[in-house]
T-cell receptor, first 112, second 113 residues
Framework: DGGITQSPKYLFRKEGQNVTLSCEQNLNHDAMYWYRQDPGQGLRLIYYSQIVNDFQKGDIAEGYSVSREKKESFPLTVTSAQKNPTAFYLC???????????FGPGTRLLVL | QKEVEQNSGPLSVPEGAIASLNCTYSDRVSQSFFWYRQYSGKSPELIMSIYSNGDKEDGRFTAQLNKASQYVSLLIRDSQPSDSATYLCAVRRRSGGYQKVTFGTGTKLQVIP
């Protein structure tokens, strides 16, 4: 069964803590993306990666970091520098030559 | 002006009616257009993509694109209560070496039984 998985489904962060959201895909897609969704707002791009070992900042990268060591995996770390991290985080991927992005089920991050 | 604009709704239609969802975009060089459906608390799922002017039909869904007017719409025929969701319009254009996709804030559709 091909698809994109994200874990955990819910994540709680304490003040000053870094947390990492997992995103894995077995679609053999080259490109992967991280978006943040807040109530009443569209999806905003945090980071994207078009190939392994390369990634670029999106529109709201401050307070976040990523890595792309494997084609299948694109984890997102929400650092303590991100002062308003409560949101729904969505990972997406797209294949080479394909313009269509497919989304994982999302991770909801809450601050304790 | 927002890059992609949608009326937030809610748009309420009776069951069996046609729902018409609209989206405008600001960048004339936009190349590809997508409609996603997002149920509450879930991730977006692709409904349709459209690249050329005109209509594209898939089952009960029809996407319409007018590049001259910078307008894309989604028609849902024979609306069902299960169509109640937020519909996101997305627009792709080249930005540097990257194919940037910008999402609208979505239109909430309510289909009344």
């Amino acid at each position: 069964d091909g698809g994109i998985t994200q874990s955990p489904k819910y994540l709680f962060r304490k003040e000053g803590q870094n947390v990492t959201l997992s995103c894995e895909q077995n679609l053999n897609h080259d490109a992967m993306y991280w978006y943040r969704q807040d109530p009443g707002q569209g999806l905003r791009l945090i980071y994207y990666s078009q190939i392994v070992n390369d990634f670029q900042k999106g529109d709201i990268a401050e307070g976040y970091s990523v890595s792309r060591e494997k084609k299948e995996s694109f984890p997102l770390t929400v650092t303590s520098a991100q002062k308003n991290p409560t949101a729904f985080y969505l990972c997406a991927s797209s294949g080479q030559g394909s313009e269509t992005q497919y989304f994982g089920p999302g991770t909801r991050l809450l601050v304790l | 002006q927002k890059e992609v604009e949608q009326n937030s709704g809610p748009l309420s239609v009776p069951e069996g009616a046609i729902a018409s969802l609209n989206c405008t975009y600001s960048d004339r060089v936009s190349q590809s257009f997508f409609w996603y459906r997002q149920y509450s608390g879930k991730s977006p799922e692709l409904i349709m993509s459209i690249y050329s002017n005109g209509d594209k039909e898939d089952g009960r869904f029809t996407a319409q694109l007018n590049k001259a007017s910078q307008y894309v719409s989604l028609l849902i025929r024979d609306s069902q209560p299960s169509d109640s969701a937020t519909y996101l319009c997305a627009v792709r254009r080249r930005s540097g070496g990257y194919q940037k996709v910008t999402f609208g804030t979505g239109t909430k559709l309510q289909v009344i039984p």
